[in-house]
């Protein structure tokens, strides 16, 4: 019988040499964690960045699609109010000719005729329904006599010298004006007041001359 001895627990490597198993093991790789840590905590700062980016990009996509709503909302909203706006230019027209229509017929009062009288009553009937219906629909009459000229609403035909108003004040609406909300459809068409002979000055209102 072959008789093993033991290893003497006293037997260590000398300094400087590497026993067996331990140089097996460096060659298996095992030992080095610094060596597999440094690829590992390479590849964990790229999917945080990648993971950052994505976020980002997220975020933005979000917030294009908030303001594309918002915008749609809108431009919705705007053509709905103003939907009209070419079929009220055209109907302005029938409120100008009721509106002159009215304004030189006799008062009914004084007509003797029972089918005149009628004719007037009617037509003038037929006037306040009308602008009913364009007050319902927010198109609003532009009547500014005794007010301040505005260049947004009113269109100045020509200049009369006064001294019962102040300069740039209206003193006549040649032709009602209309807005649909707060847009104009059709601007005011006016005379101003200027000041008379050795009256104060004041800046003239553009002045249509080719009307």
Do not use: W
């Amino acid at each position: 019988m072959v008789k093993m001895n033991k290893p003497d627990e006293n037997d260590k490597p000398a300094e400087g040499e590497a026993s067996q198993t331990e140089t097996t093991k460096a060659e298996a790789g095992e030992g080095t964690p610094a060596a597999e840590a440094g690829p590992a905590e390479t590849a964990g700062r790229d999917l945080e960045a990648a993971l950052a980016e994505t976020k980002d990009q997220l975020l933005r996509t979000l917030a294009d699609m908030e303001n594309l709503r918002a915008r749609s909302a809108r431009e919705q909203e705007q053509a709905r109010k103003f939907a009209i706006a070419d079929f009220a230019r055209a109907v302005l027209t029938v409120a100008d000719n009721l509106h002159r229509a009215v304004g030189s017929a006799p008062d009914p009062e004084s007509v003797a005729d029972e089918p005149t009288k009628r004719l007037i009553e009617g037509v003038a009937l037929t006037e306040r329904e009308l602008a009913a219906v364009l007050e319902r629909h927010h198109i609003q009459k532009i009547d500014p006599v005794g007010e301040k000229f505005s260049h947004d609403l009113h269109q100045a035909m020509f200049e009369v010298e006064t001294a019962e108003h102040p300069p740039g004040t209206v003193v006549e609406v040649l032709q009602i004006g209309y807005r649909l909300h707060d847009r104009l459809l059709r601007p005011a068409m006016v005379s101003v007041a200027k000041a008379g002979v050795g009256g104060e000055g004041c800046a003239p209102p553009r002045v249509d001359t080719q009307a």
